[in-house]
């Protein structure tokens, strides 16, 4: 079982509708990720906050907007998605910063735009 | 950006059999990881081996890493239909961001036939 916690594990939204993704860790962990999965692909980075602070934004689009209120919660607001950005979102953490240290991942949210 | 490359894509094998997967990366590593991962769940972290080690083990799984070679290989041995997965190899790349992330490579999906 993992101790990173996403909800909600499915949503279905059209492409003008506001939503948020949201993910939260009790391990003490300081940077938090998100990354977005496609079928048969590997996970791909899309954000990463450390110390609370954005520190990568790997080019995602503005219509994905990442909040970290405090440094267990992890929030991906979305808005005028396209049908393209369909995946599964993967939240993770880990203890430091990201060079290389262990990641903890959530069990994903699937996220269908219609 | 994807690091690495994994091969093979796909690997059937029947159960009790060992199972073989080779991850290759493009850039100087600190340390690789493998992760693995049920269909739709998120990943799971499964071994680290820093760039001074060569080979680790732990329980059925052993971890060979040739810095000269920049390649990586994982062995299941006396596999079992649980472990029947995607597995990614992965390692922190140097971003645009000049920040290094954790990078995952193109992932083996491995069948264990009961």
């Known amino acids: 079982d993992t101790e990173v916690t996403q909800t909600p594990k499915h949503l279905v939204m059209g492409m003008t509708n506001k939503k948020s993704l949201k993910c939260e860790q009790h391990?003490?962990?300081?940077?938090m990720y998100w990354y977005k999965q496609k079928a048969k692909k590997p996970p791909e980075l899309m954000f990463v906050y450390s110390y609370e602070k954005l520190s990568i934004n790997e080019s995602v689009p503005s219509r994905f907007s990442p909040e970290c209120p405090n440094s267990s919660l992890l929030n991906l607001h979305l808005h005028a998605l396209q049908p393209e950005d369909s995946a599964l979102y993967l939240c993770?953490?880990?203890?430091?910063?990201?060079?290389?240290?262990?990641?903890?991942f959530g069990e994903g949210s699937w996220l269908t735009v219609v | 950006s994807q690091q690495g490359e994994e091969d093979p894509q796909a690997l059937s094998i029947q159960e009790g059999e060992n199972a073989t997967m080779n991850c290759s990366y493009k850039?100087?590593?600190?340390?690789l990881q493998w992760y693995r991962q049920n269909s739709g769940r998120g990943l799971v972290h499964l071994i680290l081996?820093?760039?001074?080690?060569r080979e680790k083990h732990s329980g059925r799984l052993r971890v060979t890493l040739d810095t000269s070679k920049k390649s990586s290989s994982l062995l299941i041995t006396a596999s079992r239909a649980a472990d029947t997965a995607s597995y990614f190899c992965?390692?922190?790349?140097?971003?645009?961001?000049?920040?290094?992330?954790?990078?995952f490579g193109s992932g083996t999906r491995l069948q264990v036939q009961p």
């Open positions: 081996i820093r760039s001074n080690e």
């Open positions: 850039t100087s590593i600190n340390n």
């Open positions: 391990m003490g962990h300081r940077a």
């Open positions: 993770a953490s880990s203890q430091g910063g990201q060079s290389g240290n262990t990641i903890y």
């Open positions: 992965a390692t922190a790349v140097l971003g645009d961001t000049g920040r290094r992330a954790l990078t």
